[in-house]
């Protein structure tokens, strides 16, 4: 049986771990993200996950959109600069079984310039658990990238890119799917599109048609293509947040399938960021919550 429960419920998944103080000793999961549940599913879908593991009242700590405003239960947002665990700021979900002590990690938003996170700063302090000392800047990757300003071990400030998003809404719905390979990768053609946005951000919408140009006029590969679109993406984006990574420490968290991309079109720049996987830290920033609320 668990002591306590670790969950990560985003839009699409729903991760849980048994847990007993900081070890693992269980995990299941599911698809029964935010993004399908009615308002009274949550609680079901959860205990379909872990009734087995409890038997008494169980301390269960959430973190992702599961508290965001068409979750379980709105979890506020805590206003930068702002350290990464707050225990004392968890959110009490409504519960109908008696053994479920349910609470939901804050996100944290900025005023100027607007902006918002949920879910990434609990990957944040998981990083900062196991890298104490870090100064710097964190690079989230994901359909909403964010960029994070990392001063003795607070949020300090924090930009959000849409590139992840964008790259899907190009390659699977605009004229662009038509060029643009589901498999396969050109590391030179990433490049060379990330040295063109990078340099000449303004020049996007031009060479994103170009793309189609070159697939109809041209020999580039739909491996090519997926690469340049990429490269054009992560360019453009890295000229905008160019005052975050430049002459920084960074490190690139998350899915180590994008975490390539960002860490190589960095390394381009001069720079030697740090990798480490996303799935690993939600489960570390969990536990550190757990442990500073004991």
């Known amino acids: 049986m668990a002591n306590w429960v670790a969950v990560d419920w985003g839009t699409s998944n729903l991760r849980a771990w048994a847990m007993r103080g900081a070890v693992q000793v269980d995990f299941e999961q599911s698809e029964q993200g935010m993004g399908g549940l009615t308002p009274g599913a949550f609680e079901p879908a959860l205990m379909d996950l872990i ?32 350290l990464v665990t707050a225990p004392d700021a968890l959110t009490k979900a409504p519960t109908q079984d008696a053994r479920l002590d349910m609470r939901i990690a804050p996100g944290i938003c900025q005023a100027e310039p607007p902006d918002v996170m949920r879910g990434e700063e609990t990957q944040i302090a998981g990083y900062l658990a196991q890298n104490p000392d870090f100064d710097g800047i964190l690079c989230l990757p994901g359909t909403h990238t964010k960029w994070v300003h990392i001063s003795a071990a607070e949020v300090v400030s924090f930009r959000t890119f849409m590139s992840g998003e964008l790259f899907a809404l190009l390659s699977q719905h605009s004229v662009l799917r038509h060029s643009v390979g589901a498999d396969g990768w050109d590391a030179e053609a990433f490049a060379d599109a990330v040295g063109q946005t990078l340099s000449r951000p303004e020049r996007l919408a ?89």
């Open 51 to 82: 009734g087995d593991w409890i038997e008494g009242p169980t301390r269960v700590i959430a973190c992702g959109m599961v508290g965001a405003r068409q979750g379980w239960v709105e979890a506020a947002y805590r206003p930068v600069p702002c």
């Open 206 to 294: 031009a060479e994103l048609f170009g793309l189609r140009a070159a697939g109809l006029v041209g020999p580039q590969t739909p491996e090519a293509a997926k690469a340049r679109l990429s490269g054009l993406l992560i360019g453009a984006e890295l000229a905008a947040a160019r005052p975050y990574w430049l002459g920084q420490d960074v490190a690139v968290l998350g899915d180590p399938s994008l975490t390539a991309h960002y860490a190589a079109a960095l390394r381009l720049q001069g720079l030697a960021p740090r990798e480490a996987a996303g799935d690993a830290l939600a489960l570390a920033g969990l536990t550190e919550i757990y442990m500073k609320g004991q």
